[in-house]
Nanobody
Framework: QLELVESGGGSVQAGGSLRLSCAIS????????MGWFRQAPGKEREAVAL???????VVAGAGQDRFGISTDNAENILYLQMTRLKSEDTAMYYC????????????????????WGQGTEVTVVS
């Protein structure tokens, strides 16, 4: 079992920055692959960034050159650093975790993840 609790969302002006956090507790093997997803109203949940246990990471198209994903293994926290935010980044942001190391960085769909957090809302105002 793994518990994920997101925080750090809020309202921010376009062009600003936010750092989201995901506190992780539970089974270590479920942390082989961690990710951030987002879902805007009326839209599908989409991948934002993924990070594998060895530190290799990928940022999906919408956030490339603006977002970064990282972990603090000592504190068991997953981060999403977002810069130069745009109105289209407005969404509920979720962290996710799964045991599957091998396909981690290709796991860009929201299906078949072992654990999800409850989400934190990000609103970017123009």
């Amino acid at each position: 079992q793994l518990e994920l609790v997101e925080s750090g969302g809020g309202s921010v002006q376009a062009g600003g920055s936010l750092r989201l956090s995901c506190a992780i507790s539970g089974d270590s093997y479920m942390r082989n692959c961690m990710g951030w997803f987002r879902q805007a109203p009326g839209k599908e949940r989409e991948a934002v960034a993924l990070i594998r246990r060895d530190g290799e990471a990928v940022v999906a198209g919408a956030g490339q050159d603006r977002f970064g994903i990282s972990t603090d293994n000592a504190e068991n926290i997953l981060y999403l650093q977002m810069t130069r935010l745009k109105s289209e980044d407005t969404a509920m942001y979720y962290c996710a975790a799964d045991w599957n190391y091998a396909v981690c960085l290709a796991h860009l769909t929201s299906t078949n993840w072992g654990a999800w957090g409850q989400g934190t809302e990000v609103t970017v105002v123009s």
